[in-house]
Structure formats: C-alpha cells, structure tokens
C-alpha cells in the first residue's frame, strides 16, 4: 500500500565518467534543485550510499559493480547476494533494490539495483532505468525508516548508459524521472513501485527522446474506506 513520505534533506550527486551522459544530466536536471552533476568516477565520492547498477543476481562481474567490488572488497557481492536470496528468494527484479552495508566509511552502504536480466545485456529501449532508479531511490526511503537519517547523501551513475547501451539522453530523462517519483512518494512495497511506473511510461517509445516524465503518485485511499 502506498505512503507518503515524510519530507527529508538529500544530497544527491550524479557522478560519470562518460561526458555524454554528464551533458544529458545537465540538460535533464537543469531546474532541479539539491543534485550535484559532475564529470567523474563514483569512487571518489564520499556519501553515505553508492548506488550500482547490477544484474537480478548481484553479479558484481562487470562495469561499476566491478570497479565497486574492487574498492570495496570481495565480502561486498556476497552481502549484496545474501540480501537477494532472503529478501527476494534470490533473484532481484527490475524495479526492486537491496540496500547493504559496504563495511566501508564512504560509502557507509551500497544500493544495488538492476538494469537488466543477466549481465551485458540491451536494455536500451525498455523502462529498465527509470524502474532501477526509482527502486534505488526508494531503498533510501526504506533505510532511512528503519534507521532514520542513516542516508542523507547518495551517488549515482548514468545507469544503463554503459553495458545496457541506453542512450545518454534517455538515461537522463528516464533518472529525472526516477529521482522526481523520490520526491513526490514513497511506496510500501517495490511491486507497487513497478504496477506504477509501467502503467504511466508504458508508451514512452512513441515520445520524443527528450521528453521528461513525471509520474504521478498513487491515490491514498480515502480514510474509512
């Protein structure tokens, strides 16, 4: 069941190495207040939560997640893995998220969240960023209920935009509306999150590629009813 979320401060930083995706950020984000945008690796940022685009299985075996489990060490793919199998039966859908400490100070946790399927795989023209990033987004929610004001700054990079071969403008629109869903609501459960997202971006095909969504937020149930 949806909630609504109790407003709290967020730094957001959007971090790449690709200066296609930084350009298609700023053009994005450009009216959007409280996100940092710049040109470089996510492992130079010091926040409280990276956020890795993955695969449903938490293979940390190529791109960022791989350049993450370097840095962070190996210990950090079997946490990742072991919040898969007990929180998701052990294949984390397109549109959910786990949410595990790094066992690091910067980043004190790490986000993961998939694009795709199976490694390496074209998700370029499919709803895959905006579901990932908004699942990532609402892992903050979800952490910060259970541990309150734990994340306050999170790093994200162009997700897709990479092995998922996601154009960089479509990237960015697709984040700004995952990022936008953050701040208007927050949701009970992650299957609620995709029954959303879906039902609204299902004929984005047909969009010009620089339209931005916003998604509108569930309906609260009236009291009584």
Not at 34 to 39: D, T
Not at 140 to 164: F, K
Not at 210 to 215: A, G, K, N, Q, S
């Amino acid at each position: 069941m949806p909630m609504n979320r109790a407003q709290s401060p967020l730094e957001v930083v959007l971090t790449d190495l690709n200066a296609d995706v930084v350009q298609a950020w700023r053009a994005a984000f450009a009216d959007t207040p409280g996100v940092a945008i710049r040109k470089g690796s996510i492992l130079d940022e010091k926040v409280d939560a990276w956020v890795a685009p993955t695969n449903s299985r938490g293979r940390m075996d190529g791109g960022v997640d791989a350049a993450i489990k370097r840095h962070l060490g190996a210990g950090i793919q079997l946490r990742v893995q072991r919040a898969i199998r007990d929180r998701f039966a052990g294949r984390l859908p397109v549109g959910g998220a786990v949410c595990v400490p790094s066992g690091a100070v910067d980043p004190r946790f790490l986000i993961s969240t998939p694009t795709m399927e199976t490694s390496s795989e074209n998700v370029g023209e499919t709803l895959n960023v905006a579901l990932a990033c908004a699942a990532a987004f609402q892992a903050i929610h979800r952490q910060n209920e259970q541990a309150p004001g734990s994340i306050t700054s999170v790093a994200l990079v162009g997700m897709g935009a990479r092995t998922g071969r996601v154009p960089a403008r479509v990237c960015a629109n697709l984040m700004w509306t995952g990022y936008t869903l953050f701040n208007d609501h927050r949701f009970e459960d992650y299957d609620d999150l995709r029954r959303t997202i879906v039902a609204q971006l299902d004929d984005i095909e047909a969009a010009p590629a620089e339209r931005r969504v916003r998604i509108r937020p569930p309906k609260r149930p009236a009291p009584g009813r």
